[in-house]
């Protein structure tokens, strides 16, 4: 037994009568150190089990602060608060890839070198018009981000800061002309190349909007409040989209892989899905008369309220307030979606209902969120697009984390085997000895 002081956790293994000190550092153990604890030299260690990765630590990460029970996110230790309303969505995928805010001189380059790599190849163009007329877009957008790394085969060089910042940089430039086409895609509208007089997310609205106009020209209020989106949702510590990327990037691939695989990840429903789900409660509910009737049936079980809870989260959703302001902006653009008023007595009435209250369970990003990306007109299957364009800086910057990250290796989890041993093969041959016209193949 090694003496580590106060700052460490005795174990004493009842099965066998030993102790064990384990040293905690920043509030954790290594996992690794349990692997000591055995009922015999040659029995394999004691392990964790812990399905969906709930308490488990996989990295060590500076890029994003998040304390759920107080409703805090921090991005580099900026409030989300602050940078929303204060700064813009290229300065914070600045400050998430590099660490810091940008001089004058930095966020001139960075903003030159994104603007300058929003066009694809031609190829990819083609690529993409090979999908069905109905395909989902974010299917489109895992696949064309995908294909990528087969345009930059270099960028599997990923030992080279030059090469990896140069990946980077097209990714984010990239996406928002991914996505646009995406969209245009599906309504067999034309491609819009990008205007690289234009900003980001200006950019991205002429990509998805445009048709015969010489300029496309955006209402500020809501190029403004696309940007917050983005803002709000270009990072969040250690979710399912960016384990993903962590996981498939720590086989040293190449970042376009490892993003697809992200993209993969907010595809599912649990993930980038809620706001859609929040939209057609909303509507099912149709008027505020039926609230409390809708509110008894989730008390009793029935169904969630959508948008409501979060795993991380036990108090407001900081992200939540900030979509629920600029909500106000872009009706004063596109008119008061009639949901909002069934969204907001819903709100209203869940904050104050024990039951809720009891649970800790609060607006989360998903509850207004649907409701603007509607008043854009965008289609349902369009909103975890424009949540993948916002979160690709935040993939990019964990991404970048884990490939300088010297404690890291190849993510390669333990599992507990509950399936048969040591059974005896028998061939088909004499397994299905007597079943008629069934000839054993050879594959
Ligand atoms: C986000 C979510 C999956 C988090 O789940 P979780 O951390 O595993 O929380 P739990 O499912 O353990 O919930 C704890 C309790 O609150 C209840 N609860 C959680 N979210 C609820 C909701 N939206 N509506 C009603 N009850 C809810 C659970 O039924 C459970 O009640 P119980 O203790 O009586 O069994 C969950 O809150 C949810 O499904 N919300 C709706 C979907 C959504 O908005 N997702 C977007 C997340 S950004």
Sequence with gaps: MTD????????????TGKEYQIPITDGAIKAAELGQIK?????????????GFTNTASCRSSVTYIDGEKGI????????????????FLEVAYL?????????????TWVHEITHHTFLHENVKTFMQ??????????????SVGALSTFYPESNNIADADNRHMQIVRMIAKMPTLGAWAFRHAQGKPYVYPDNELSYTENFLAMLFKMSEPKFDADPRLVKALDVLFILHADHE??????????????????????????????????????EAVLRMLRRIGSKENIPSFIEGVKNGNEKLMGFGHRVYKNYDPRAKIIKKA????????????????????????LEDEYFVKRKLYPNVDFYSGLIYEAFQFPPEMFTVLFAIGRTPGWLAQWLELVQDKDQKIARPKQIYTGDRTLDFVPASERWAGSAGITPGIS
């Design 4 to 15: 580590t002081g106060d700052n460490s956790l005795t174990v004493r293994d009842n099965r």
């Design 39 to 51: 009922v015999a030299d040659d029995a394999p260690g004691l392990s964790t089990y812990d399905p």
């Design 73 to 88: 996110l921090e991005y580099r230790g900026y409030p989300i608060e602050q940078l929303a309303e204060k700064s813009s």
């Design 96 to 108: 998430l890839i590099h660490g810091a805010l940008p001089t004058k001189e930095q966020y001139d």
């Design 130 to 143: 090979g999908f069905r007329y109905d395909a989902h877009p974010m299917g489109m957008l895992m696949a």
């Design 238 to 275: 250690q979710n399912c989209s960016t384990n993903a990327v962590r996981s498939v990037g720590s086989s040293q691939v190449d970042p376009y892989s490892s993003v697809a695989a992200g993209i993969g990840a907010l595809y599912g429903p649990l993930h980038g899905g809620a706001n």
């Design 327 to 350: 909500c106000d902006d872009v009706f004063e653009v596109t008119g008061v979606n009639p949901l909002l008023e069934i969204a907001q007595e819903l709100e209203k009435i869940a």
